[in-house]
């Protein structure tokens, strides 16, 4: 299956009363590469949500932002920080008298200070907040690779019709060869004529010197590897089997096809093929380096 390295998934639950929500966003990576944004509080996963990612994520720069909402978990008490009170309230009984001011002495003014009651809750299950993460994870990560999966069929087939797009180019280029044998045969007949006047042109001469200069233009084993290599390349995409190295190989092999072609034609319309040839390899190369 051809898959993108880019990709975006979501998803959202409350399971024992915790709101749990788990984004996960990738771009491409040469190697698998993971940040996660996760709760002080439960850092102590992270290492769980890397090995679970890898079992689904061979390559890519993948961003994981976990939120743990349980603020509706069980109360078990509400603790008082008396040193922190008494701070509180020593302040305020200063300011009371510098600044002649009436001062509150009921219990309720405890309920104004920041961090003076603190509610307390049960220590979590660490076992059990990863199984509700895990299953909230798996979610997001289901929409995650579906995404991929999309992007890397559309991928797939842009590849596979650029593929298409060099072989008409192939197509162009032979049949472009025979004519530029009898236009190099007619300049090198024009050429020795004025050379030689009235002197009658020795016409086997003439087809030896067009045969070997053909034979350096020959061009048919460079033209025939690059149909090899685009074939090889789109069967691949069809298949579904992304191999990178391989890959690799056939765009750089297809470049050096093209350019062995145009060091060897001069021809100036060839060139011009020739160059949007090199532009759409360069296209799939780029799209290769996105492919998982």
Known sequence: MIKSMTGYGRAREVLNKRDITVEIKAVNHRYFEMYARIPRTYMQIEDMVRSHLQKQIVRGKIEVSINIDDTQSDIR????????????????????????LSLDTSA??????????????????????????????????SAFLKQRKAEGE???????????????????I?????????????????????????????????????AIMADKLAVDEELVRLRSHT??????????VSEGKKM????????????????????????KVAIEVKSIIEKIREQVQNIE
């Open 77 to 100: 008490g509400v603790r008082l920080n008396e040193n922190l009170f008494e701070a509180y309230y020593s302040s305020l009984k200063d300011l009371s008298q510098k600044y002649n």
């Open 108 to 141: 309720s003014v405890a309920l104004r200070f920041p961090d003076v009651l603190t509610q307390t809750r049960d220590e979590a299950d660490l076992d059990e907040v990863w199984q509700d993460v895990m299953s909230v994870l798996d979610n997001a990560l």
């Open 154 to 172: 559309r991928l797939a087939e842009d590849i596979i019709a650029k593929c298409s797009e060099i072989e008409n180019n192939v197509d162009y």
């Open 174 to 210: 032979e049949s472009r060869l025979p004519q530029i044998e009898e236009d190099y045969m007619k300049k090198l007949r024009q050429r020795i004529e004025d050379l030689l006047g009235d002197t009658k042109v020795d016409e086997q001469r003439l087809l030896t010197e067009v």
């Open 231 to 240: 074939k090889g390349l789109r069967e691949m995409f069809k298949s579904g």
């Open 248 to 271: 690799d190989f056939y765009i750089q092999e297809m470049n050096r096809e093209i350019n062995t072609t145009t060091s060897k034609i001069g021809d100036i319309g060839i060139t």
